[in-house]
């Protein structure tokens, strides 16, 4: 932590002696008390009471002072700011494997339902797309702020929107990335601050190289957060009632979330597949800055000067 005006702290000073003085009228006030040899009337004139009591709101003012100081200080720290046109595109696997039970009711409706909540969790400026992939990939939503139109659209998802018969990884990264830089006017020479955030549950099996496709994400400066959904015991029927295992498999995943320098995570269950995204949701769209945070301090202050005047109303029936 620093300070805009550092030279205001030394009122801090101000503060420490007032407490010494405190101090001192104590053992001042005790010696008194000593002197005072009729007992049977002391404790009629001061009858006895919990000695911490009558130091609480003279403590309580003290620390409200020494926060007020530290708050005219003008106090910085980093914090979390959300960067202006933040970008996210949130990139799903309907591919015919997404449709294994193994996480109820099935992978591809679990990955619906956590979509939704991870969008609503944004802030509302942010613009939000989707695109769904499997033999290749298409986007579904355009980047926009409207929540609305990108609900609609993860309703719209299922086994056929974007092709049957593989899983185009590097082509949902390649259609994200067209996707991101169709965003405004400005997208070309002054690209949005952006993130993909996608979500598979096996290898690249069809379309463009990953590899080469994360390479580019990482030339324009997106990084992709990947997520690995579903467990080894997923399957699928096929045709004639035949169950065709389709077990997770997540090593292209982290791969691209390496070379783009995102996330790698790995969710098992919906209840999981909720905490990723929550995870997800702290980092995306945000850039830590230095900024004046007095006012936390100054907010503390005030709350303790009403906790003192409570306890003192309380206690000895006054107010300090």
């Given amino acids: 932590m620093a300070f805009l005006n550092p030279g ?28 005072f040899t009729n007992l049977r009337l002391l404790d ?15 403590a309580l003012f003290l620390s409200m002072l020494a926060l007020l100081v530290v708050g005219f200080a003008r106090p910085t720290d980093d914090v979390q700011v959300a960067k202006e046109r933040a970008t996210v595109i949130i990139a799903v696997d309907v591919s015919a494997s997404m449709l294994a039970t193994d996480v109820p009711p099935d992978r591809l409706r679990a ?38 139109v990108f609900k609609s659209g993860v309703d719209r998802l299922d086994e056929t929107t974007a092709g049957l018969g593989g899983t185009a990884i590097g082509e949902a990264i390649t259609t994200s990335l067209d996707a991101i830089r ?49 467990t080894t015991a997923g399957e699928i029927a096929r045709r004639g009632g035949v169950a065709m295992s389709v077990p997770v498999d997540g090593e292209t995943l982290r791969g691209v979330a390496e070379k783009t320098k995102g996330s790698y995570h790995e969710a098992d269950s919906k209840e999981e597949l909720r905490a990723v995204y929550a995870d997800i949701g702290t980092s995306v769209g945000y850039v830590k800055e230095r900024a004046d945070v007095s006012a936390r301090y100054i907010g503390l202050a005030l709350i303790i000067a009403m906790l003192t005047a409570l306890a003192s109303m309380l206690w000895f029936s006054r107010i300090p």
């Fill in 182 to 230: 169709s965003i405004d006017a400005r997208a070309d020479k002054d690209p949005p601050p952006a993130r993909i955030v996608l979500l598979s549950d096996g290898a690249n099996t069809s379309g463009r190289d990953p590899d080469e496709a994360a390479d580019e994400a990482d030339t324009a400066g997106v990084p992709v957060d990947t997520i690995s959904f579903g």
């Fill in 8 to 35: 205001r702290l030394w009122l801090l000073v101000g503060v420490a002696l007032l407490t010494i003085a405190y101090v001192l009228m104590q053992r001042r006030r005790s010696r008194y008390a000593v002197r």
């Fill in 111 to 148: 990955a619906k339902d956590a979509a939704r909540e991870f969008a609503d969790g944004l802030p509302r400026h942010f613009n939000v797309g989707l695109v769904a992939f499997a033999g290749n990939a298409t986007v579904v939503v355009p980047p926009n702020t409207d929540r609305d």
């Fill in 44 to 58: 009629r004139v001061a009858p006895a009471r919990p000695a911490w009591r009558r130091h609480v709101p003279a």
